[in-house]
């Protein structure tokens, strides 16, 4: 009998020593969403073999400022963590599965995290202290970037991103475009509030059908020509002179070209697509092809 009391305090330890182990997650709202996602109660553990089936996680706006522990969520295929409060993404390295990635408007400044995730096909870093993008010059699956009001002044790694069909690059600091020049996938562009010039690199976009060069330095749209599916063409706040490379552009619905420097509107006249025509704020000297488009079409929306 003496012996088997001897034994109780080795077996106690052996079974504590093969009893699951609760995974730390330190920050906890980040611990509260991942419960929420698994259908744990608040004070129940999370175990790593919860953690292995957690697929999905959204925790927007949830105050989280620390991600340690979400690396063993290694099976994370979508990811929502925008409007919270983080700096350092570096847990998220080896959650490799991910295709939707959201961490716009965080404190973020580094990206070399996300580097490894090469199955990712949606991301949104929009709002964040990022001004280098080198990271994610080889994720080659996005369909779908937005990196607006960051700091960015290179885009040139983008351009081996060939499968983007949706991209936005507002309110950054680029004015060179070099890089999407091969991006001809490309169906909704956005480049608005930028120090762009020079648009000829979109020439060859000839899918695109939503384009947004709002507050640019813009005087020559003549690259526009040929994008004949464009349906939304926003070019307010710009240089131009000439619309005259539009006047081809018959799937146009929404067309805004105010706060231009525009004096013949002729183009319009005969795009009987449009719902939607902006002009105000241009010395348009003659109106007459206005009224004639707004004959033919009754239901436009003008903005004059």
């Known amino acids: 009998m003496k012996h088997f009391y001897l034994l109780i305090p080795i077996l106690i330890f052996f079974l504590s020593c093969s009893s699951p182990q609760p995974v730390e997650i330190s920050d906890q709202n980040l611990a509260g969403a991942v419960r929420e996602a698994l259908g744990l109660a608040p004070s129940e553990p999370i175990l790593q073999k919860n953690l292995d089936e957690l697929q999905t996680l959204s925790a927007s706006n949830a105050g989280i400022t620390d991600l340690t522990g979400l690396e063993k969520a290694t099976n994370l ?122 648009i000829i690199p979109l020439a060859n976009l000839t899918q695109l059908t939503d384009l947004w060069l709002v507050s640019n330095q813009i005087s020559d749209i003549t690259p526009l020509k040929n994008l004949t599916q464009l349906t939304e063409l926003w070019l307010v706040s710009n240089q131009i002179s000439d619309i005259t490379p539009l006047k081809n552009l018959t799937q146009l619905s929404s067309l805004l070209i105010s706060f231009n420097q525009i004096k013949n509107i002729n183009a319009v006249e005969n795009l009987t697509s449009l719902r939607d025509l902006g002009i105000k704020g241009n010395p348009i000297q003659d109106l007459t092809p206005v009224y004639r488009l707004r004959k033919k079409v009754p239901n436009l929306k003008l903005n004059m």
């Open 77 to 198: 295929s979508s990811l929502e963590l925008d409007r919270n409060q983080i700096t350092d993404i570096t847990p998220l390295t080896d959650l490799v599965q991910l295709t939707d990635l959201n961490l716009r408007m965080n404190q973020i400044t580094d990206l070399t995290p996300l580097a490894g995730m090469t199955k990712l096909t949606k991301l949104e870093i929009s709002g964040d202290k990022i001004n280098d993008i080198t990271p994610i010059k080889n994720l080659t699956q996005l369909t779908e970037l937005s990196i607006s009001n960051c700091q960015i002044s290179d885009i040139s790694p983008l351009k081996n991103l060939k499968q983007l069909t949706n991209l936005s690059i507002s309110k950054s600091q680029i004015s060179d475009i070099t890089p999407l020049t091969e991006l001809t996938q490309l169906k909704e562009l956005t480049l608005s509030y930028g120090k762009i010039s020079d």
